[in-house]
C-alpha cells in the first residue's frame, strides 16, 4: 500500500528517463550525502576517483534531517537535481517499488555483490534485484568509559538490562565536572531520536502498532520506555540534549563527558581513534540493553547506501562512482590512509574474515553479532502488522515518526508531560494511519 502524499505532501509522479548517460565525455555528477565522518571521509578521497575517470563531483553534504527532506522531495517529484542519492535501509524498498530508482545489478565483475553481509543486501534488494550499495552498516550497542565505570565501581556486562544502565548512569554522574552517565539521541525526526527510542521500545516489549494497525503509545510497555528515557536523560544526561543527534553525541563523548553512549555501532571506529577521541583507550563495548523478562536487545539494522534515482542523466557515471566507493579497494584505500580501524564498516563478510581488521577494531565482534542478531521481519516480541527495525517499513513512517519525534523531543525539553506526549503521540499516528487506510 503505497501513499505518496505521505512522503510528501501530494507529490506528483514522473517518467522514467530512458537510456544511460554515455561515459564517453567527462561528466559531473551531484552526490547528496549526510555530514556524518565515513562520507566526509569518502567526499575527501573523491579525488582519486575524479582522476581515474576524468568526471567531476558536484557535492550536497547536509544535515541527517535536511538530507531526508531534500532527497525526498526531488525523488517524489523527478526533479533531477541528484545522481547519487544516500539513503538507507528504510527509503530502499519503498522506492525501487515506485520505480524511483535505478537497479544497481550491474556494477561490474570484480565488484563482488556476494560478499555483501546477507542482512543487509537483502535489505537494499527487491525481488533480488540491490538498488543501492551499502556505503556502511550498522546495528546499536553500548559504548562506555571503562575507566569511569571501574572508578564508579560498576560493572557493565556484555548483555546488559536497561536496570544496569540506570544504575551505571547514575554512578557515573559528575556534573561538577561536566561528566554525565549517560548521553542518547534528543533531537527530533524518524531517523533521529526515533531511531533510537524506538529500539528502546522494541527491547521494553513495545510496539507502534497492533495486528489491526491501531496505535500503541497508551500501553504500558511505551510509557514504561518514554519515563524511562526521561528519567535518564533529565538525570544523568547533557544540558541541551533535546537537541543532540548522533553528531552532537559523538563528539560529547569523545571530549570524555559521556559516561555511556548507546547508538550506532559505526560509531565505535571514531571513538576509539587516538587523532579524534580523548577516551580512545577507555572504551568498553555491550550488546544492546534489554528489559528484564523482555527476550529483545533493540533490534536496529541500518546500512547507508547510495542510490541513483531513476531521473538521473549521468547514470552510467553514477554507478561507476557507487561502484568505486562502496568496493573492497575503497576500503583498502581508507586503510592505507587512516588504519583498519577506520574503514567503513558493517557491510561485507570478507572485511570480518580479514585478521588485520579484527586484530585493529576491538569492537569487530560487537558489530557484526549485533547486526546478525537483528529480526527486521519482526522487531517486536508483540504480534505486528509491519517489519522493520528501528522503524516501520512502510511509506507514512517518515511523516508518522517525525511528529512523535517532535513530541518526545518537546516532553525532553521540559515543554510537556511524559503522558502528554504520548497521548499526542496517540492520536497524531492514529489520525495518520487512518488516513491512509490502513
Same mark, same amino acid.
Given at each position: 500500500?503505497?501513499s505518496?502524499?505521505t512522503? %510528501?505532501?501530494?507529490?506528483?509522479?514522473?517518467g522514467l528517463i530512458?537510456g544511460?548517460?554515455?561515459?564517453a565525455? $567527462?561528466?559531473? #555528477?551531484t552526490?547528496?550525502?549526510v555530514? +556524518?565522518g565515513?562520507?566526509?571521509k569518502?567526499q575527501?578521497l573523491s !579525488?582519486?576517483w575524479?582522476?581515474?575517470t576524468?568526471n567531476s563531483? +558536484?557535492?550536497v &553534504?547536509?544535515? @541527517?534531517?535536511? =538530507?531526508?527532506q531534500?532527497v525526498?522531495q526531488?525523488? *517524489?517529484?523527478?526533479g533531477?537535481?541528484?545522481? #547519487? %542519492?544516500?539513503?538507507?535501509?528504510?527509503?530502499?524498498?519503498?522506492?525501487?517499488?515506485?520505480?524511483?530508482?535505478?537497479? =544497481?545489478?550491474? =556494477?561490474g565483475?570484480d565488484?563482488d555483490v556476494?560478499?555483501l553481509?546477507?542482512? &543487509?543486501?537483502?535489505?537494499?534488494?527487491?525481488?533480488?534485484?540491490l538498488?543501492?550499495?551499502?556505503?556502511?552498516? @550498522?546495528?546499536?550497542?553500548?559504548?562506555?568509559?571503562?575507566?569511569?565505570?571501574?572508578k564508579?565501581g560498576?560493572? #557493565? !556486562?556484555?548483555q546488559?538490562?536497561?536496570?544496569d544502565?540506570?544504575a551505571a548512569a547514575? *554512578?557515573?554522574?559528575?556534573?561538577d565536572?561536566?561528566v554525565y552517565?549517560?548521553?542518547?539521541?534528543?533531537k527530533?525526526g524518524?531517523?533521529?531520536?526515533?531511531?533510537f527510542?524506538?529500539?528502546?521500545? /522494541?527491547s521494553?516489549?513495545?510496539r507502534?502498532?497492533?495486528?489491526?494497525?491501531?496505535a500503541?503509545?497508551?500501553?504500558?510497555?511505551?510509557k514504561a520506555?518514554?519515563?524511562?528515557?526521561?528519567?535518564m536523560? +533529565? @538525570?544523568?544526561g547533557?544540558?541541551g540534549?533535546s537537541s543532540?543527534g548522533? /553528531?552532537e553525541?559523538?563528539?560529547l563523548?569523545?571530549q570524555?563527558?559521556?559516561?555511556?553512549?548507546?547508538?550506532a555501532?559505526?560509531? $565505535?571506529?571514531?571513538?576509539? +581513534?587516538?587523532?579524534?577521541?580523548?577516551v580512545?583507550?577507555n572504551?568498553g563495548?555491550?550488546?544492546? !540493553?534489554?528489559?528484564?523478562?523482555?527476550?529483545n536487545?533493540? /533490534?536496529w539494522?541500518?546500512?547507508w547506501? %547510495?542510490?541513483? !534515482?531513476?531521473s538521473?542523466?549521468?547514470?552510467?557515471?553514477?554507478?561507476?562512482?557507487i561502484?568505486?566507493?562502496?568496493?573492497?579497494g575503497?576500503?583498502?584505500?581508507?586503510?592505507?590512509?587512516?588504519?583498519w580501524?577506520?574503514?567503513?564498516?558493517?557491510?561485507?563478510?570478507?572485511?570480518?574474515e580479514?585478521?588485520q581488521?579484527?586484530?585493529?577494531?576491538?569492537?569487530? @565482534?560487537?558489530?557484526?553479532?549485533?547486526?546478525?542478531?537483528? /529480526?527486521t521481519q519482526?522487531?517486536s516480541?508483540q504480534?505486528?502488522p509491519?517489519t522493520?527495525a528501528?522503524f516501520? *517499513?512502510?511509506?507514512?513512517?517518515?511523516?508518522?515518526?517525525?511528529?512523535?519525534?517532535?513530541?518526545f523531543?518537546?516532553? %525532553? *525539553?521540559?515543554q510537556?508531560?511524559?503522558?502528554q506526549a504520548?497521548t499526542?503521540?496517540q492520536?497524531?499516528?492514529q489520525?495518520?494511519?487512518?488516513?491512509?487506510?490502513?
Amino acid at each position: 500500500m503505497i501513499s505518496k502524499h505521505t512522503l %510528501l505532501g501530494s507529490a506528483v509522479g514522473f517518467g522514467l528517463i530512458a537510456g544511460f548517460a554515455t561515459t564517453a565525455m $567527462a561528466e559531473t #555528477i551531484t552526490i547528496a550525502t549526510v555530514n +556524518n565522518g565515513d562520507m566526509i571521509k569518502m567526499q575527501g578521497l573523491s !579525488p582519486k576517483w575524479e582522476e581515474e575517470t576524468g568526471n567531476s563531483i +558536484n557535492w550536497v &553534504v547536509l544535515e @541527517e534531517n535536511v =538530507l531526508r527532506q531534500r532527497v525526498t522531495q526531488d525523488i *517524489a517529484t523527478g526533479g533531477g537535481q541528484f545522481d #547519487i %542519492l544516500t539513503i538507507g535501509t528504510y527509503e530502499v524498498p519503498i522506492w525501487a517499488k515506485q520505480d524511483w530508482l535505478v537497479a =544497481l545489478d550491474d =556494477l561490474g565483475d570484480d565488484y563482488d555483490v556476494d560478499d555483501l553481509l546477507p542482512a &543487509v543486501r537483502e535489505a537494499l534488494s527487491v525481488d533480488g534485484k540491490l538498488y543501492a550499495a551499502p556505503f556502511y552498516g @550498522e546495528s546499536a550497542m553500548v559504548m562506555y568509559r571503562t575507566d569511569l565505570a571501574e572508578k564508579a565501581g560498576v560493572d #557493565i !556486562p556484555s548483555q546488559p538490562t536497561w536496570t544496569d544502565i540506570m544504575a551505571a548512569a547514575k *554512578a557515573m554522574t559528575d556534573k561538577d565536572n561536566e561528566v554525565y552517565g549517560i548521553c542518547l539521541r534528543g533531537k527530533p525526526g524518524w531517523g533521529e531520536n526515533m531511531a533510537f527510542i524506538s529500539a528502546m521500545a /522494541n527491547s521494553y516489549g513495545a510496539r507502534w502498532f497492533d495486528p489491526e494497525w491501531k496505535a500503541q503509545f497508551d500501553s504500558p510497555e511505551w510509557k514504561a520506555t518514554l519515563n524511562d528515557y526521561l528519567t535518564m536523560m +533529565n @538525570e544523568y544526561g547533557p544540558p541541551g540534549a533535546s537537541s543532540n543527534g548522533f /553528531n552532537e553525541n559523538l563528539s560529547l563523548f569523545q571530549q570524555g563527558k559521556c559516561g555511556m553512549w548507546i547508538d550506532a555501532t559505526v560509531a $565505535a571506529g571514531f571513538v576509539t +581513534n587516538p587523532d579524534d577521541s580523548q577516551v580512545a583507550d577507555n572504551v568498553g563495548f555491550a550488546q544492546f !540493553p534489554n528489559k528484564e523478562g523482555v527476550d529483545n536487545h533493540g /533490534n536496529w539494522l541500518w546500512a547507508w547506501s %547510495l542510490a541513483i !534515482p531513476s531521473s538521473s542523466e549521468s547514470q552510467d557515471a553514477a554507478k561507476d562512482f557507487i561502484s568505486w566507493a562502496t568496493s573492497k579497494g575503497y576500503t583498502e584505500i581508507v586503510a592505507g590512509e587512516s588504519g583498519w580501524r577506520s574503514v567503513p564498516p558493517g557491510t561485507r563478510t570478507s572485511l570480518y574474515e580479514n585478521e588485520q581488521y579484527t586484530s585493529e577494531a576491538p569492537f569487530a @565482534e560487537m558489530t557484526l553479532n549485533s547486526m546478525n542478531a537483528v /529480526n527486521t521481519q519482526k522487531p517486536s516480541v508483540q504480534d505486528i502488522p509491519y517489519t522493520g527495525a528501528q522503524f516501520v *517499513a512502510i511509506p507514512e513512517f517518515q511523516g508518522i515518526g517525525t511528529a512523535v519525534g517532535q513530541q518526545f523531543s518537546a516532553a %525532553l *525539553a521540559g515543554q510537556s508531560s511524559a503522558d502528554q506526549a504520548l497521548t499526542n503521540a496517540q492520536q497524531v499516528t492514529q489520525r495518520e494511519i487512518d488516513r491512509a487506510g490502513y
